[in-house]
């Protein structure tokens, strides 16, 4: 009997020591890859923001479900994804967080190709960056209501759809369409976006909304600070991205 006991004793802390580093096996596992999405998203968003143009705008606001949205333009050469073909000099980048249930960290690339035949079409429209230039601030608040409507020379137009909805994706994927709508995901699941600016010379964030244009150029921040919040249950953590823009 005593034996046996002893046995048993054996085989539980056995087992309680293997839970444990099952546990830790599985733990480690989950940070490294959120380490490795929140790496991967923080120098997609440097990079962006790295070739960001005051020719265009830069928005930093609230959608409709209330989560922080960033959008700016850019000066670089892009390629669509969905037709090698289409290759713009420009582009209107936005990043948002996903109303799922396990919301979604997402980056929009709309390509900015004045001679392209499609209005509106996949990641790129019929608009060039001049265009942008020349919107006032009041423009750019209109468009984000999702009021604005630029009319081209054909007589068609767009009302600004990047700057008034989330990108439609499914999670998980039920089909092939699923998946191709899938191009603008950058890391799942993350649960707080948010963006901060500070003005030239100053020291505090600001967490207020705010656009700034080519045509109104006051105020334009001299950084961002963006957080964001990726993991569930004990995996979840806080990172931290403070850019320096183009001035």
Known sequence: MVSVAILVAIILVANSLLTSAQRTVVFSQA????????????DRLRGDLAKLSKDGFLAIYRDGGGRKHLVFTTASPYRSIFDNNTIANAARIDY?????????????????DPTNVIPWQ???????????????????NTA?????????????????????????????????????ALWPYLARPCTQF????????AISWNNTDETWTHADKTNWPAALRV?????????ERKYEVIIDLPQ
């Open 227 to 235: 957080t964001f919040t990726m993991g569930e249950g004990e995996s």
């Open 31 to 42: 940070n490294i890859s959120l380490n490795s999405d929140a790496r991967a998203a923080a």
């Open 96 to 112: 948002g967080l996903s109303s799922h249930s396990k919301p979604i960290l997402w980056r929009r690339v709309i390509l900015l």
């Open 144 to 180: 984000i209501q999702g009021n604005y409507t630029y009319t081209y020379a054909d007589g068609s137009n767009v009302n600004f759809p990047c700057m008034t909805a989330e990108p439609p994706m499914t999670m998980p994927p039920n089909s092939l369409p699923d998946v191709q």
């Open 194 to 201: 948010n963006v901060e600016w500070t003005a030239a010379g």
């Open 122 to 140: 996949h990641d790129y429209e019929k608009m060039a960056l001049a265009y942008y230039g020349q919107l006032s601030r009041a423009n750019i």
